[in-house]
């Protein structure tokens, strides 16, 4: 059987949501092709089920691609107060956690729920379960699945990136891309836990759960927020951002006292030069774990001033070489993907095949942890969509 429309969108996840949305309120018949046996399924696990949906300082220097300028057109036309006007619209409840972040106040199936509420009112035809086996273009473009034929000018590749294979990630969109002649910048996992070295994982990693305020540096990039030490090495905040911008087997510096003096204590001839005035300051600031554990493998060998500089710049740079990272099983999203050169910032459309579009995860463009990703999906959804 053969379905025909104006336009075919494979994915049913946050970008391809909104790319139908927005091309079904303009009068385009749209079909959205879904692998899964529902929409949405990394919206519904996302943010601890609560769905990070976007960020309220959003801009072009919280995405991390080859073209550091590429996402600042879609950003511009479809920004957080455009998502958060639909969300207010459809009365869902939300609030603010910290730095911009919004969240829903019951459950990620409010976003979803909004989505799929809107694809109806714009009359989007929505398939499920649907495998495609091949994809061709001679004036239109025709998918085929096991059950069914579809056609139509325009197709909107929306699948997704590799992170979390487990709800059905795969590498479909970056074969089609180069299926059609288009570049791909290798995909690595971003906003990932990294692994330790079985030697560093034997000195900290009994102290799992732990976590800290810090500022995580790789590069020229860096993060101040929390990190957490797991069973297999580092997490939390600070680390899932720089892990996106980490490469083995460059260093990440960590430093365990932000904004802090920690020799200031000593300046003062009366306070003794000892390991225990040293314990009680970094006890004031870190868990009384970490602390311990720090001196325990850290512990100045001599009072001198000399060497309470070094230990001043050791808990400033803690120099850690991870040993990897725990992969796209617990990577959040994918980095690198479509190669940006290959689209239109204004309508992600390919520049090399008229009616071939690329959204979302699969474009080398990765945002920062805090619904930023997100935002990218609606507003390069929303681009898509109104091109359409």
């Given at each position: 059987?053969?379905?025909?429309?104006?336009?075919?969108?494979?994915?049913?996840?946050?970008?391809?949501?909104?790319?139908?949305?927005?091309?079904?309120?303009?009068?385009?018949?749209?079909?959205?092709?879904?692998?899964?046996?529902?929409?949405?399924?990394?919206?519904?696990?996302?943010?601890?089920?609560?769905?990070?949906?976007?960020n309220l300082h959003c801009g072009p220097e919280n995405f991390l691609s080859s073209n550091p300028h590429f996402?600042?057109?879609?950003?511009?036309?479809?920004?957080?107060?455009?998502?958060?006007?639909?969300?207010?619209?459809?009365?869902?409840?939300?609030?603010?956690?910290?730095?911009?972040?919004?969240?829903?106040?019951?459950?990620?199936?409010?976003?979803?729920?909004?989505?799929?509420?809107?694809?109806?009112?714009a009359g989007v035809?929505?398939?499920?379960?649907?495998?495609?086996?091949?994809?061709?273009?001679?004036?239109?473009?025709?998918?085929?699945?096991?059950?069914?034929?579809?056609?139509?000018p325009a197709l909107v590749v929306a699948t997704g990136g590799l992170s979390i294979p487990k709800i059905g990630a795969t590498s479909f969109g970056y074969e089609l891309a180069r299926q059609f002649g288009l570049a791909i910048r290798e995909p690595w996992p971003g906003l990932v836990p990294l692994a330790?070295?079985?030697?560093?994982?034997?000195?900290?990693?009994?102290?799992?759960?732990?976590?800290?305020?810090?500022?995580?540096?790789?590069?020229?990039?860096?993060?101040?927020?929390?990190?957490?030490?797991?069973?297999?090495?580092?997490?939390?905040?600070?680390?899932?951002?720089?892990?996106?911008?980490?490469?083995?087997?460059?260093?990440?510096?960590?430093?365990?006292?932000?904004?802090?003096?920690?020799?200031?204590?000593?300046?003062?001839?009366?306070?003794?030069?000892?390991?225990?005035?040293?314990?009680?300051?970094?006890?004031?600031?870190?868990?009384h774990r970490l602390s311990d554990r720090w001196l325990e493998l850290h512990a100045p060998t001599s009072w001198t001033n000399h060497a309470l500089a070094d230990l001043e710049r050791q808990m400033h740079a803690w120099e850690i070489f991870p040993a990897g990272t725990e992969g796209y099983e617990k990577a959040e999203v994918t980095a690198g993907g479509v190669d940006t050169g290959e689209l239109s910032a204004k309508t992600m459309e390919s520049r090399k095949v008229p009616g071939l579009f690329f959204i979302g995860e699969v474009v080398d463009v990765t945002g920062h942890l805090g619904g930023f990703n997100f935002q990218w999906a609606w507003a390069s959804g929303a681009s898509a969509g109104r091109a359409l």
């Open positions: 059987m053969t379905h025909s429309f104006d336009t075919l969108i494979l994915g049913g996840g946050a970008a391809g949501l909104m790319c139908a949305i927005e091309a079904g309120k303009r009068g385009r018949r749209v079909a959205v092709l879904e692998q899964a046996d529902r929409l949405g399924k990394k919206i519904l696990i996302s943010g601890g089920g609560r769905c990070n949906f976007t996402a600042k057109s879609a950003l511009a036309r479809y920004t957080p107060a455009d998502f958060i006007a639909l969300v207010e619209k459809h009365g869902i409840p939300y609030h603010e956690k910290t730095l911009g972040q919004l969240f829903c106040d019951r459950s990620a199936r409010d976003i979803l729920g909004m989505l799929q509420a809107e694809c109806r009112q035809s929505i398939f499920l379960k649907m495998k495609i086996q091949q994809v061709e273009r001679s004036t239109d473009f025709t998918v085929h699945s096991e059950e069914a034929e579809f056609r139509a330790l070295s079985a030697e560093d994982c034997s000195r900290n990693c009994d102290l799992a759960g732990v976590s800290a305020e810090v500022i995580a540096t790789c590069g020229a990039q860096q993060f101040r927020e929390k990190m957490l030490i797991t069973h297999r090495g580092l997490s939390g905040p600070a680390l899932l951002q720089i892990s996106s911008y980490w490469k083995k087997p460059e260093p990440i510096l960590i430093d365990l006292a932000p904004g802090r003096e920690v020799s200031a204590a000593f300046r003062d001839s009366t306070t003794p030069r000892n390991l225990s005035t040293l314990r009680a300051e970094l006890r004031k600031f870190l868990p």
